[in-house]
C-alpha cells in the first residue's frame, strides 16, 4: 500500500483535500495511511473507503493533542506506540491458532467477572424482583438455578423475551449504554491498514482489553452477523453491523454474553446485566464495547 496510490484514488472524491501522513507500523515493514476526518464526515469516510478498498481497512481513531496540527497529534498517537504487545505477525499468529474451546473457556472465565453472587445476598430474589418491577410479573424458577449465573441469566431473558408487550422500559433507557462515543476536539483519523479484515486490526492498533482472544471473537462476529469494526477509541471499539436481522434476533443471548466476557466494562460501568445487554441488541445495528483501567 502506498501514498501515491492511496492519492490517486481520492482524486475528485469528497476526501481529496484531507490532510494524509504516513505512519511506520512498529515491527514491520509496513505503514498505515492517515487521513484526516472529523464528527461531521467520520462515517462517510469510513462507508466510502471501505467500498473501494480491497486490500486494506479503514478504521477511524481518535487521540489527544490540542495544542499541537492534526499531524502531529496522529504521529505521536499513544494507539500507534502499540504499548507492550507482541511484534504485529506474532500477534496474528496467536490469533489464528486460537482454538474453538480455548476462546470458549476463556470467554467463560472472564463472564464471571459479572457474578456478583458473592457479594449480593439473595442475588436470585434481587434479579426476580427486578424481571417483576420491569414485567409486572416474574417467573418460577427451576430448581438448581440459584448456583448458575449464566443460566439465571439466559432464562430470565428467554422468559422476558416471552413478554415483550409487558416491557416497561422504553427503547431509549435500553439502549442508552450503546450510544457511540464521540471524541468532542479530538483529532480524529481515518486509519488505512494494511489488512483485509477488521479484526486483524488490533494487530497493529491494539486495544486495552485481551486483544489476542479478542481478534478470532470479532472475526466470529463479522463471519456471523456481518458486524464490522469501524472506530478504536483505545479503550472503545465500535462496531456496525451488517447481518441478516434475522440471524441477529436468533443469537442475542450469546452475543451479549460474549461482548461482556470480552470487554465486561460495557456493563459493569452502567450497571446492566447480561440480559439487559441482550434486549438492548435486539434493536440496534451498532455496537459499542468499552474496556478500560
Given at each position: 500500500?502506498?501514498?501515491?496510490?492511496?492519492?490517486?484514488?481520492?482524486?475528485?472524491?469528497?476526501?481529496?483535500?484531507?490532510?494524509?501522513?504516513?505512519?511506520?507500523?512498529?515491527?514491520?515493514?509496513?505503514v498505515a495511511i492517515a487521513l484526516e476526518v472529523n464528527l461531521d464526515n467520520y462515517l462517510a469516510a469510513w462507508h466510502w473507503w471501505r467500498e473501494r478498498l480491497t486490500h486494506a481497512y479503514p478504521l477511524v481513531i481518535a487521540t489527544w493533542g490540542y495544542d499541537s496540527s492534526w499531524e502531529a497529534a496522529i504521529q505521536d498517537s499513544a494507539l500507534m506506540s502499540r504499548w507492550e504487545c507482541e511484534p504485529v505477525?506474532?500477534?496474528?499468529?496467536?490469533?489464528?491458532?486460537?482454538?474453538?474451546?480455548?476462546?470458549?473457556?476463556?470467554?467463560?472465565?472472564?463472564?464471571?467477572?459479572?457474578?456478583?453472587?458473592?457479594?449480593?445476598?439473595?442475588?436470585?430474589?434481587?434479579?426476580?424482583?427486578?424481571?417483576?418491577?420491569?414485567?409486572?410479573?416474574?417467573?418460577?424458577?427451576?430448581?438448581?438455578?440459584?448456583?448458575?449465573?449464566?443460566?439465571?441469566?439466559?432464562?430470565?431473558?428467554?422468559?422476558?423475551?416471552?413478554?415483550?408487550?409487558?416491557?416497561?422500559i422504553s427503547i431509549e433507557e435500553q439502549t442508552a449504554h450503546q450510544t457511540w462515543y464521540l471524541p468532542i476536539n479530538q483529532p480524529m483519523a481515518l486509519l488505512i491498514l494494511p489488512i483485509s479484515q477488521g479484526w486483524q486490526s488490533l494487530a497493529y492498533v491494539p486495544w486495552f482489553g485481551n486483544n489476542l482472544k479478542a481478534m478470532p471473537l470479532i472475526q466470529q462476529w463479522q463471519s456471523k452477523f456481518g458486524a464490522e469494526l469501524v472506530c478504536h477509541y483505545g479503550t472503545m471499539l465500535q462496531f456496525l453491523v451488517k447481518g441478516k436481522a434475522e440471524n441477529l434476533q436468533a443469537n442475542l443471548f450469546e452475543i451479549a454474553w460474549q461482548q461482556l466476557a470480552i470487554a465486561p466494562c460495557t456493563a459493569a460501568l452502567p450497571g446492566i446485566s447480561i440480559r439487559d445487554h441482550a434486549h438492548a441488541l435486539r434493536h440496534l445495528d451498532r455496537w459499542f464495547l468499552h474496556e478500560r483501567p
Open positions: 500500500m502506498h501514498l501515491d496510490s492511496i492519492n490517486q484514488l481520492r482524486q475528485g472524491s469528497p476526501w481529496q483535500d484531507a490532510a494524509v501522513t504516513v505512519l511506520p507500523v512498529p515491527t514491520t515493514d509496513q505477525e506474532q500477534m496474528l499468529q496467536i490469533a489464528a491458532q486460537t482454538t474453538q474451546t480455548d476462546l470458549d473457556q476463556y470467554l467463560l472465565e472472564q463472564i464471571q467477572l459479572l457474578n456478583y453472587a458473592e457479594y449480593v445476598p439473595n442475588l436470585v430474589k434481587n434479579e426476580l424482583e427486578k424481571t417483576r418491577t420491569n414485567f409486572g410479573m416474574a417467573p418460577d424458577l427451576p430448581s438448581g438455578m440459584a448456583g448458575d449465573f449464566l443460566g439465571l441469566e439466559q432464562y430470565l431473558f428467554e422468559w422476558e423475551t416471552q413478554h415483550l408487550a409487558s416491557y416497561k
